[in-house]
């Protein structure tokens, strides 16, 4: 994934809201705090940036309320214009483009979903899914093709005709979903889509998710304050605070080691072993005898066998080529809460 140049790449990215952000930006001292920042009558939205996001990625950002999330997916699409630093998308830098460039830029590649559905009352599930492709001029006949195809994908077939008051609020989602998909986007932003329905139906729609990137392969930036949810779905997930990234790792490396003792503290109550995989744990010059496990395998669904087991070391494959072996030891570790 990371031999390809980067989809979304930002480098040292600052969003400074209040009254002169440029003129503060200028005179700013290096190094200086977000409070040190507030204190001088500014907020650090995002402060100083650095990431990439890579095709068929999924990068979940999270964090608590105010932590910046949302404010740095709005400066990927250049929703927020950055006060300094700089964003690219396939190599063009947003901040050049003009605003026929970046509407065009918005039209062609990128996909929006946020909490609120912001479905239109009185149009019905086709038409608020084709309506993406009405503002983009296409005829009738192909807008209606296209959104019947992305209604089935989305299971919703044989509602077209409903009104968004007739759906519940996880098929009111899934239109909203239908609708951003509908414009074929390479590059999909989903801000907290999931947060306002109740357990069971996120659950569902997780799942749902989950079985559409599996088919589509988009570049999806992610948001949440959910850090089951964000386990669940992330390639990689990106923990923010006061406007910084605090660390951005895959799901198993936040959890086996957190950068900051913040980030510890969001992962002191997961359940590692359901995180943790065989194939972080591998050795890549260890070997082991008898069955390997596969590299994807839980701890936890590997936890029979740790427990019966004797060998010191496991073999691990994937797709049935050896990547080395893992500890025992370590493995239990993980499972029973000891240092791994």
């Excluded at 204190?39 to 402060?47: F, L, M, Q």
Aim: hydrophobic share 40%; glycine share 8%; aromatic share 6%.
């Amino acid at each position: 994934m990371t031999a390809e140049n980067p989809v979304i790449s930002c480098k040292n990215v600052w969003k400074i809201f209040g009254p002169d952000p440029e003129a503060f930006m200028k005179t700013m001292p290096e190094g200086m705090s977000f409070e040190e920042i507030r204190a001088a009558g500014y907020i650090a939205g995002v402060k100083d940036v650095s990431i990439e996001v890579h095709k068929g990625e999924m990068l979940v950002i999270m964090g608590l309320s105010g932590s910046g999330k949302s404010t740095l997916v709005r400066c990927f699409s250049r929703l927020h214009d950055i006060t300094g630093g700089t964003i690219t998308v396939e190599g063009q830098d947003i901040m050049s483009l003009s605003e026929k460039e970046l509407i065009d830029l918005r039209r062609s590649k990128m996909g929006m979903v946020f909490q609120s559905f912001g479905l239109l009352p009185h149009r019905t599930i086709l038409e608020n899914v084709a309506f993406p492709l009405e503002m983009r001029g296409q005829d009738k006949h192909t807008r209606r093709e296209r959104a019947l195809e992305v209604i089935k994908l989305v299971g919703l077939e044989g509602r077209e005709d409903y009104f968004p008051r007739e759906l519940s609020g996880g098929q009111q989602q899934r239109v909203g979903i239908a609708r951003s998909l509908a414009i074929e986007p390479d590059i999909w932003f989903l801000d907290e889509p999931f947060s306002a329905l109740d357990p069971l139906i996120r659950k569902e729609m997780q799942d749902e998710f989950l079985r559409l990137q599996q088919m589509l392969n988009k570049t999806i930036v992610f948001i949440t304050h959910d850090f089951d949810e964000a386990l669940r779905l992330a390639d990689r997930i990106a923990i923010m605070k006061d406007g910084a990234v605090e660390q951005c790792d895959t799901p198993d490396q936040i959890v086996l080691h957190p950068a900051t003792e913040y980030v510890r503290k969001f992962t002191e109550d997961i359940d590692k072993a359901r995180v943790v995989h065989a194939g972080v744990l591998a050795q890549a010059h260890a070997s082991g005898e008898g069955e390997p496990q596969d590299a994807g395998t839980t701890v936890h669904d590997m936890a029979r066998m740790l427990v019966n087991d004797t060998r010191e070391m496991i073999p691990v494959h994937r797709a049935g080529v050896s990547i080395g072996a893992m500890s025992r030891k370590a493995a239990l570790d993980v499972l029973l809460g000891g240092d791994s």
